[in-house]
């Protein structure tokens, strides 16, 4: 294995790693403070530690020289996610076991090639349709409990909201399309257009209360590890490797490593028709990622 290959794989790792840790971070941190209020300090976070790096890599004012169009598009980015994607996504957590609500959340690549038809005239094949049955399979497993008879009593609106935000973020995904900007400029932006949209509203809901600490620890890791510099590590995995493909299947451990931490940290006792959902979800997944390789 080259040093590149090395290199590739232990970003990737990384990345992997602390992605498996944010689900559990969302259902600890919703203990201490509302959804409005975990997006704040999270956005804050992340919008910190995105201008520390750029600062330190001296590209801060390459800022400074877009034209106007691309500040629109910033806010554009801004309103989808941060603001309206993870206000949907940290309710969703707020009414859902974290078990339940990151599967269905991982659904969003099907509802990304599904968007794209629509919106980018994509043309789907008879197989991606059939991978996103596979996944939806296991989103009605989920959501049943592992029985069509006596489904389980979790909250519609939290199994809503959680298939909801993969809608949101397939769409500020094709808005990103036609962006040309380095990724980590164009992240640290719609992160700083987005908080005036999250501070207005926290001000008009539950407002900005003193809080355990333990929450503001929480929202400060994920605004860190969520919507910070876990994606300045995914991209040096994507420049350091020969095949992206290959990489990109490391993102697939993420929800099993997820649910053995949101059993041990939070508390949630797995239950068989969640995994299996989530087996189902995951093998729809790859065998699309396989079809349009």
């Not at 801060?60 to 309206?84: C, D, E, H, K, W």
């Not at 008879?149 to 809608?167: E, I, K, R, Y």
């Not at 949101?168 to 380095?182: F, K, Q």
């Amino acid at each position: 294995m080259t040093a590149s290959r090395r290199r590739a794989y232990l970003y990737g790792l990384v990345t992997v790693a602390l992605w498996s840790t944010v689900a559990s971070a969302f259902k600890i941190s919703l203990r201490y403070m509302g959804p409005f209020q975990l997006l704040f300090y999270a956005d804050m976070t992340s919008t910190l530690a995105l201008g520390a790096i750029l600062a330190f890599t001296s590209r801060m004012r390459n800022l400074l020289g877009y034209p106007v169009r691309l500040y629109l598009l910033s806010i554009m980015q801004g309103a989808l996610n941060p603001f309206l994607y993870y206000t949907i996504l940290f309710t969703a957590y707020d009414l859902l076991p974290a078990q339940v609500a990151q599967p269905l959340n991982y659904t969003w690549a099907i509802t990304l090639s599904i968007m794209s038809a629509f919106l980018l005239g994509q043309r789907i094949r008879p197989l991606e349709i059939a991978c996103g049955v596979i996944s939806y399979a296991g989103v009605l497993i989920i959501v049943s409990g592992g029985s069509l008879h006596q489904w389980a009593s979790f909250d519609p609106l939290g199994v809503f909201l959680a298939l909801a935000s993969t809608v949101v973020w397939s769409l500020s995904w094709i808005v990103n399309t036609v962006d040309r900007r380095d990724p980590i400029e164009s992240i640290f932006l719609s992160c700083a257009a987005g908080l005036p949209f999250i501070t207005c509203s926290c001000a008009l809901t539950t407002g900005f209360p003193p809080v355990d600490v333990r929450g503001l620890a929480g929202a400060a890791y994920v605004g860190m590890f969520e919507m910070g510099i876990t994606f300045v590590f995914w991209l040096k995995t994507l420049k350091f490797t020969d095949t992206t493909a290959r990489v990109a299947n490391l993102v697939f451990l993420s929800p099993f490593a997820s649910f053995i931490l949101i059993h041990v940290l939070v508390g949630e006792r797995i239950m068989p028709s969640s995994l299996a959902g989530l087996v189902l979800i995951v093998a729809g997944l790859v065998l699309q990622g396989r079809v349009k390789s």
